[in-house]
């Protein structure tokens, strides 16, 4: 028995081991910003960041951003030293703020060293970021929702695929073969793909709080059936006939006043209405679960289903409109990727980002900014991965498709202090 | 009804429903379901090269199916077995590239350095469970996620043939890494009897050994298990070895006895397929051949939908989802009138004992 108690009594200088590891860890990307980038860059090279869009803007224009990229680097990689020698041996109050700032001067140098001698739009890839990531977003937040009452999830990616492939084709039927205006059609298949989620969610909550079906094999069930019905029907339908997978995409349109704030503006608020529909999600969802009746009841049935019980909380109902809801939302992320990207259908278009929408929700302690702030991280490196493409960068686009899972991974493994999931995560309900 | 009969019945059930269930998509789309699942029997079953082909289809299912009923045992979710195949492959590619032996040392070594390859990546997602806290079922993924990287960044860079790479992979291996095929047929013996072999072993590890009876003892009650004295963090991550090294195993029989080459799609979803599989097999390696045999089966005879009638193949991944749903859901039904009818029993008793 003894080792339980070496355990707990060992639990004291977690703190401190974990308060030196960070400090290393800030060293590391100090001397790796030295060793990897500014090695490689001479004196005579500048490296220009272009801030305006490309394309039609109403951004305030913004001159150009040009700096000497062995400077600027050797400048980061000093920062962060310093950084890292003051975590070590005073400590920041703020850790996960520093940890923050690191990565962000890591990304910096990174992108300083690869556009040296050239440039880069910075405004564009940020852009680009963003929209990689909405459907990243979405799988999270359908994930909040559900674990939050303390149902796994894992069918989001199914949810998905079946919401893409709705969308798709019921759009096109609307706008193809009933030739309603475009702006209906779009709407209708976007109400499709949300009704197709909440099937599938409801099939999820019946299996998952009904039947105590374990979830994860109830969830893996759900996404394989999805992706065969989806590629099956798409080979027969949609395929033979291209005007059912044809229904348009919702048009940019710029937020009068905040679309010009430099940078910001056309990033965030020159984009289309599902991306804003995201936005308004998010704040919707976290004042909704933080400061509501009904998000109290959700995580008290996601913390101690029986305490809610026993204080006359409805713990199945809970479930089975939470897990609907989710349901819904990755329904959306789906409708996202054919209604607000690609505008069409393509067999496995969801390309495991249900996955990893799951793994943003971890990263960001299931909390809806933070799965949100997750999911633009690896949007960011999707992003950064096809820019790299084109600026020829020595690096093989495999390991920048695979830093982010490393980088999760890591952070998952205990950096960023230990996420806990909600305490009855997984486990369904007995009524006594 | 005998108790024998309605059970069998009940266990038909989900057949049955996920039959009906495939037939009304079929109806939908306007084909003709008798023709549909004659074709996808016909392409499974029709000659001695198309049962080879499901035999030798088996083989990976069975190896990963049994690799996952161990870990599932132990009550841990590897889904990290796709990516454990890929490092399997590779590292047999590794042997057979670059070790010009003949050819038992040098099949007996790649075997072994998939074995090695695939239990390293299962003992990774173990460790990042058991010290970084990373739930096995996220770290399983972005492993998976990693070694496809590797893989393709491998067939790309070093390993790329001489008139530049493609996705339909490396150079074939010499001569020696093959494995010997039984005549014209395309199956390797040795691989079959691997993969038994590693139902056997399995089931009397997982039955009659202390090692197994501790995994069980886990997987119903991680915590208890613990305080009772069982050295949890060995045993799950010689479960996770036991898993990866298995699932490695398939990787190197793929890449030797089927492909002769290193390709990208190595894994083919044989690992998400193989969850299924260890799913319906209920974590019993006895039954894993049984239902190993059904999806190979449908597998290699769907393809032939696309031929004859023009249906796309993944018709087969829905009849298997469904099976499993229907399976899943008829359990839970089962189990739900369970309940009830001891809620019934225990308030008829009580109120026997009140009177």
Redesign the interface.
């Known amino acids: 028995?003894s080792t339980?108690w070496e355990r707990i009594g060992a639990r004291g200088d977690v703190s401190a081991r974990r308060a030196r590891t960070y400090g290393l860890i800030f060293l590391g990307v100090g001397l790796l910003i030295f060793l990897l980038f500014a090695r490689g860059a001479t004196a005579d090279q500048a490296t220009t960041f272009v801030l305006t869009p490309s394309g039609e803007s109403q951004a305030l224009p913004v001159p150009d951003l040009s700096v000497p990229s062995l400077t600027v680097l050797y400048g980061f990689a000093l920062v962060c030293v310093f950084v890292g020698g003051w975590q070590l041996a005073r400590g920041f109050r703020r850790v996960n703020l520093a940890l923050g700032g690191v990565a962000v001067l890591f990304v910096l140098a990174f992108l300083t060293w690869a556009a040296r001698d050239r440039s880069m739009n910075l405004t564009g890839l940020l852009s680009s970021a963003l929209l990689r990531s909405v459907p990243i977003a979405l799988a999270g937040l359908s994930g909040v929702l559900c674990e939050r009452c303390a149902v796994i999830n894992?069918a989001i990616e199914g949810m998905m695929l079946t919401g893409a492939f709705i969308a798709a084709l019921m759009g096109s039927v609307a706008a193809n073969i009933w030739e309603w205006p475009s702006w209906a059609a779009l709407l209708f298949g976007l109400a499709s793909a949300l009704a197709a989620g909440a099937l599938l969610g409801l099939l999820l909550a019946v299996?998952a709080v009904?039947?105590?079906?374990?979830q994860?094999?109830?969830g893996?069930?759900?996404n394989?059936?999805a992706?065969?019905?989806t590629?099956?029907?798409s080979?027969?339908?949609l395929a033979e006939f291209q005007y059912l997978n044809n229904p348009g995409i919702f048009p940019r349109f710029s937020i009068p006043l905040l679309s010009k704030i430099p940078i910001i503006g056309p990033v965030f608020f020159e984009q289309n209405g599902l991306v804003y529909a995201l936005f308004v999600l998010l704040i919707v969802t976290h004042v909704m679960l933080f400061y509501t009746r009904w998000g109290l009841r959700t995580r008290a049935v996601g913390e101690h289903p029986r305490a809610a019980d026993t204080l006359g909380i409805n713990v199945f109902r809970t479930r089975y409109i939470n897990v609907t809801l989710g349901g819904m939302v990755a329904g959306l992320g789906g409708a996202f990727l054919v209604l607000g990207s690609v505008g069409r259908f393509d067999e496995l278009m969801t390309a495991?980002k249900g996955?990893i929408g799951?793994?943003a929700m971890?990263f960001g302690k299931w909390m809806p900014f933070g799965a949100f702030g997750a999911a633009l991280i690896f949007g960011f490196a999707d992003a950064l991965q096809t820019k790299l493409a084109i600026l020829e960068v020595p690096i093989?686009s495999?390991?920048l498709?695979?830093a982010p899972?490393?980088v999760?991974?890591v952070v998952?493994?205990?950096v960023v202090g230990?996420?806990v999931p909600p305490a009855a995560d997984g486990q369904p309900y007995e009524k006594q | 009804m005998s108790w024998k009969l309605k059970n069998l019945l009940l266990s038909l059930l989900p057949v049955l429903l996920a039959l009906l269930f495939t037939t009304a998509i079929l109806l939908a789309v306007g084909a003709s379901p008798w023709e549909a699942y004659r074709n996808i029997l016909e392409g499974a079953f029709e000659s001695p090269e198309k049962i080879a082909d499901v035999v030798a289809a088996c083989v990976p299912l069975i190896l990963c199916g049994v690799g996952m009923s161990i870990t599932f045992t132990a009550g841990q979710w590897n889904v990290g077995v796709e990516g454990q195949i890929i490092l399997g492959a590779v590292f047999a590619t590794w042997v057979a590239r670059s070790l010009p032996w003949p050819r038992v040392p040098v099949l007996t070594t790649m075997l072994l350095a998939g074995m090695l390859g695939g239990a390293l990546w299962g003992v990774l997602a173990g460790l990042l469970k058991v010290y970084g806290k990373v739930h096995e079922i996220f770290g399983g993924l972005g492993l998976n996620y990693v070694a496809q990287g590797l893989a393709i960044w491998l067939i790309f860079n070093p390993w790329k043939p001489a008139d530049g790479a493609t996705m339909s992979g490396t150079d074939p291996f010499p001569d020696p890494a093959w494995m010997p095929r039984l005549g014209h047929l395309r199956v390797a013996p040795l691989a079959v009897v691997l993969a038994l072999l590693a139902v056997v072993v399995a089931y009397f590890l997982l039955r009659g050994a202390r090692w197994g009876l501790e995994l069980k003892a886990m997987g119903k009650n991680f915590r208890s298990a613990f305080l009772l004295g069982v050295p949890s963090t060995p045993r799950l991550l010689t479960a996770f070895a036991a898993c990866g090294g298995l699932a490695g195993l398939a990787g190197a029989i793929r890449c030797s006895a089927r492909y002769g080459r290193m390709i990208p799609e190595i894994s083919g979803g044989q690992g998400y397929l193989s969850l299924l599989v260890a799913l319906l097999a209920a974590y019993r390696p006895q039954w894993v051949p049984l239902i190993a045999l059904f999806f190979a089966a449908v597998g290699v005879g769907s393809p032939r939908l696309e031929l004859n009638m023009h249906l796309d193949s993944s018709l087969g991944g829905v009849l298997e989802a469904s099976v499993v749903l229907a399976v899943i859901i008829v359990a839970g039904w089962r189990a739900l009138l369970a309940r009830r009818r001891a809620v019934v029993d225990l308030v008829a008793a009580q109120e026997k004992e009140a009177a």
């Open positions: 028995m339980v894992i299996l009904r039947f105590k079906v374990d994860i094999i109830a893996t069930a759900i394989i059936l992706v065969g019905i590629s099956f029907l080979a027969r339908i495991g996955f799951l793994a971890i093989a495999q390991f498709l695979m899972y490393l999760t991974m998952l493994a205990g230990e996420a």
